[in-house]
């Protein structure tokens, strides 16, 4: 499924990954549902975090 995407994600691809907007990505990721680390301005994500949060809601 995630195969396409590189190994450090950017809230966009979470986003197009999640099916759902940019506002509820940036909430997921300042509420540390969804844990990423900020590169100056700029939120990062491995995608094992990504798949990780898939996995939580999934239960």
Not at 2 to 29: Q, S, V
Request: aromatic residues 8%; glycine residues 6%.
């Amino acid at each position: 499924m995630l195969e396409n995407y590189e190994t450090i994600l950017i809230p966009e691809e979470c986003a197009e990954i999640l099916r759902i907007g940019m506002n509820e990505t940036y909430k997921l990721l300042n509420q540390q549902q969804l844990i990423g680390y900020k590169v100056g301005k700029t939120w990062r994500i491995p995608k094992e975090n990504l798949i990780n949060y898939i996995k939580s809601k999934i239960k």
